[in-house]
């Protein structure tokens, strides 16, 4: 498979070598307490514009294609559907615990919760799910406190810092301390693909101040006159907000994949003009 990295940073694994592929962070490698894993649009049954990997209830795919989907993605990872929990997300900063009672919601029965973006768990057997086409996933394992986090953080989760709330649930809970926290910036789209319009600018100037020339915020066009049009980086502002929610620069990696620039590998909003289905990321303590 062809890839088209961000950057030489070698910072995910490409796993091809089964029916179905999928992504890994070599951030969590010796984290031997957690599964983890990023699904691709590949080995799925899903046909037309969701092939083949569709993990979407909620685009007009066939239910029972997603549900194979679940299965297939679940035996490569080696966490059963049974044992998931998938978000029902909505662009905001609520984060919940999931328990074993809320195990099989959204995948295999129905949900108890709506308006959720992220999860936290320090219970064994319970796999966090959330879903994606270019916003960025945050993983955090605890590996003093054996406790997990995954939440969804597009524009709107990053400037209201669900990253940081996903900590302090975290903390809260299970008393982790942030400096104990690995953190991974999974898969999403790269500054280079993310053009902006100055409303979305002026609220990330709001929120970060000057921080938001430190590679938050570029000129979508440097060398020609402005046009209004920013580049915005996702992924630096949420390591911004990681830092300042008290994690380590040590313990904080960044994907070198965008779904953006890989349409055939990774479902992307933006590369498709909304003609898609969806990525799933998944967590579980064993």
């Keep these: ?13 490409f796993h091809d070598d089964g029916d179905v592929p999928y992504i890994t962070f070599r951030k969590f490698d010796g984290l031997d307490f957690i ?4 699904s691709t649009r590949l ?9 083949s990997m569709d993990l979407t209830f909620t ?16 035996t490569a990872l080696d966490i059963r559907p049974e044992d998931m929990v998938y978000a ?3 662009h905001t900063t609520n984060v919940i615990e999931a328990t074993k009672s809320e195990c099989g919601m959204g995948v295999i029965k129905d949900r108890c919760f709506s308006d959720i973006d992220g999860f936290v768990t320090n219970t064994p057997g319970v796999a966090l799910v959330t879903t994606y086409a270019d916003c960025v996933p945050i993983f955090l394992a605890d590996p003093v406190k054996r406790a997990i986090g995954l939440s969804h953080s597009g524009w709107r989760g990053t400037v209201n810092n669900i990253a940081d709330v996903t900590v302090k649930k975290m903390t809260s809970l299970y008393g982790s301390n942030p400096a104990d ?27 970060y101040g000057e921080k938001v020339f430190d590679g938050i915020l570029y000129p979508a066009a440097p060398d020609r006159p402005f046009d209004g049009k920013f580049r915005l980086d996702l992924h630096r502002a949420n390591v911004v907000n990681l ?14 994949i965008c779904t953006c620039c890989n349409p055939g590998l990774l479902f992307s909003h933006r ?6 289905g969806g990525l799933c990321g998944f967590m579980e303590i064993r």
């Design 1 to 13: 498979m062809n890839i088209n990295y961000i950057d030489f940073s070698n910072t995910t694994r």
């Design 35 to 38: 599964k983890h894993g990023f």
């Design 43 to 51: 080995g799925g049954v899903s046909k037309g514009i969701y092939e």
């Design 59 to 74: 685009r007009g795919d066939d239910p029972d294609a997603v549900r194979e989907n679940f299965r297939l993605i679940g």
């Design 88 to 90: 029902m997300q909505t």
């Design 181 to 207: 926290i690995i953190a991974f910036v999974g898969p999403s789209i790269c500054r280079n693909c993310y053009e902006v319009g100055s409303d979305v600018a002026d609220v990330f100037a709001a929120r």
């Design 243 to 256: 830092l300042a929610a008290g994690l380590l620069e040590e313990n904080i990696g960044v994907t070198d």
């Design 271 to 276: 590369a498709s003009k909304g003609q898609r």
